[in-house]
């Protein structure tokens, strides 16, 4: 009887032996994946854009909310404060000069790369707008202040549009997928830098020093090109053809033009409508300033970066058809669970729900749809096609974005947001319908 009880007992010593055996070798294999993603992820080919990316999101939080705060804190009449909002304008208008990007060689072009030579052009651009900037005084420069600000949003909005090219020269498959996160990614770091960050610092320093500080998160953008291989460029002469019809001609070819335009328009409505009422809805429905900053801002922020993170994975696991149907249905429900938070109330609880279905969601999506975008567009013509797909995202919402307000007010938020909801069924129509507009990305 005893011999028999040792038996069992050694044979559970043995099973839970085996059992710490077994979980330490899937904690190793697990730990060993993830690093070999990491190291997948992170080459010499997709680094460079994470300080592009930093370095690319900052002017247009350097010229847009802080601007504003440092006019209003000046004293500045509240009518002249909104006048500064027009200084992001070339980011709606960007394609409009992106045919130079693509076709014209500035000096140097040759030996270091066309576009590499336009973004340290536009970068210098933005260093040179900031520095200005800082010599002025909103209540006293306001025409000055506004000219550099303008010259701060024209080159930063065509920084973007040449970094965009060369990410989709640069890269392909996987590393396409890499780099377009870790230039998401590098985003979030330049707009906590640009916004936090230089807030912060006013609170120490004068607001000129605050902007000449702000130029370092620019030199980050200007010493990660150097680190991009741009490769051999067509030398095609710059003609009206060349530069303005063929990028055209060449998605009518390859795509049909009118579906793909109407597609990228409706997509992208039903988010961008309920992010605009966002902020006002929170406040207006019961939340505190503290509330909103802790649980959107800050939590809201984090989520995001892990949303833009699972985006990039599940683009190598999935199509674009089905994934971004998938997604658009779940943007539906989204918005719904902001109606429902509407008809709750100020809940703690449930604005936390929200914020985390909301952010890795949005997160997601916006690694999902740049690698959507960047596929459609060809490297002959990168940033001319990839400015003209970003403008159809940006100029419609812009338009439409100054009814969310009286849209709201005469609805209510519970209508609202089930109205923002339906917005993206059109959308998923064409998903549904068309046969052709993900064919050639299908993976």
Excluded at 159 to 169: A, C, K, S
Excluded at 209 to 217: E, K, P, R, S
Aim: include cysteine; aromatic fraction near 14%; charged fraction near 15%.
């Amino acid at each position: 009887m005893n011999y028999t009880r040792k038996q069992k007992i050694c044979q559970v010593i043995t099973n839970i032996r085996g059992s710490k055996k077994r979980m330490t070798n899937q904690i190793k294999k697990c730990m060993l994946t993830t690093t070999k993603g990491y190291k997948m992820m992170i080459n010499k080919k997709t680094l460079p854009f994470l300080g592009l990316g930093i370095s690319v999101q900052a002017p247009i939080n350097l010229i847009g909310g802080l601007l504003m705060l440092w006019a209003t804190q000046s004293g500045l009449d509240l009518k002249a404060v909104g006048v500064f909002a027009a200084v992001t304008l070339p980011y709606c208008l960007k394609f409009l000069w992106a045919p130079f990007v693509d076709r014209i060689n500035l000096p140097f072009a040759k030996v270091i790369g066309r576009k590499k030579v336009w973004c340290l052009f536009w970068q210098l651009g933005i260093i040179f707008g900031l520095l200005g900037m800082s010599t002025l005084t909103p209540n006293e420069d306001v025409m000055a202040l506004f000219t550099c600000a303008f010259c701060v949003g024209f080159c930063g909005a065509s920084q973007e549009m040449t970094v965009d090219g060369l990410r989709i020269d640069t890269l392909k498959g996987d590393d396409l997928t890499n780099g377009t996160v870790l230039f998401h990614f590098g985003n979030r770091i330049g707009y906590f830098a640009a916004t936090a960050g230089m807030i912060a610092l006013s609170g120490i320093i004068s607001w000129s020093l605050v902007y000449q500080i702000a130029t370092l998160i620019i030199l980050v953008g200007v010493l990660s090109v150097p680190f991009i291989h741009e490769g051999k460029q067509e030398n095609v002469p710059a003609t009206f053809d060349t530069m303005v019809v063929k990028p055209f001609k060449d998605f009518y070819i390859r795509q049909n033009l009118l579906l793909l335009c109407c597609f990228i328009v409706l997509y992208k409505l039903c988010n961008g409508m309920l992010g605009k009422m966002a902020y006002p809805f929170y406040y207006d429905v019961g939340f505190t300033k503290n509330q909103i900053a802790t649980v959107s801002a800050t939590f809201g922020s984090i989520i995001t970066t892990l949303g833009i993170f699972c985006g990039g994975w599940i683009i190598k696991k999935c199509k674009f058809k089905p994934l971004l149907f998938w997604l658009g249905g779940i943007e539906i429900l989204t918005s719904f669970a902001f109606a429902g938070l509407a008809a709750a109330g100020p809940s703690i609880p449930l604005f936390f729900i929200v914020i985390v279905f909301d952010n890795i969601i949005g997160g997601m999506g916006s690694a999902i749809w740049t690698v959507f975008l960047s596929t459609l567009c060809s490297r002959k013509f990168s940033a001319t096609q990839y400015a003209f797909l970003n403008a159809l995202t940006m100029v419609p919402l812009t338009l439409l974005g100054t009814t969310s307000g009286w849209l709201a007010s005469e609805m209510g938020w519970i209508n609202y947001f089930m109205f923002t909801g339906l917005l993206m069924l059109p959308a998923l129509f064409i998903i549904s319908k068309s046969k052709t507009l993900f064919k050639e990305n299908a993976r």
